[in-house]
């Protein structure tokens, strides 16, 4: 008897969150989906390497070929900075681990009419360990760049996500 009932308390439990509204972010809604909306966006960022470095994770990203359309509907740009801070500091003044912060506030704006449609920020965090070799301090701050920079593009993914979720719910 007893290992009837908690399969049966656990059906009861779970069967009202059917009616929640709940519903997955990348569904089909009226014929269309996020990741089509997705794919119809280009991407805009400084010519450095951080720029770069987001902007291809974020094309990556958003769209199967990892390529923008040729006559994109949304443009996202996107002014990353990088700020760095140095944590764990020796007696004789060497540094030991590194704080890595990137700040990338972004806008949606619609190409042809040149609207902001959203305008929000990612950030994203990492830090690495200073050793004696400036070999391996340079490769662990690349690193930590890198990891940064794709943390920050799949945030900035949600977030637009999210936003034409919400737009293809209002029916908008």
Known sequence: MKRLAAPLIALALIAPLGACGFSPLYAERNGSTVTNDL???D???PNDELGREIKYSLLDLLSPTGN???DALYRV???PVLYSEDVAIERDAEVTRKNVALLVPFRLVKTDTKE???RST???RSSYNRVVSEYANI???DAARERIAKAAANDIKLQLSIYFDRLSKSGS
């Open 39 to 41: 794919m119809q966006l």
């Open 43 to 45: 991407v805009s960022a």
């Open 68 to 70: 923008p359309p040729a």
């Open 77 to 79: 740009e996107v002014a």
């Open 116 to 118: 902001t449609l959203l």
């Open 122 to 124: 990612s950030r994203a």
């Open 139 to 141: 490769v662990a701050a």
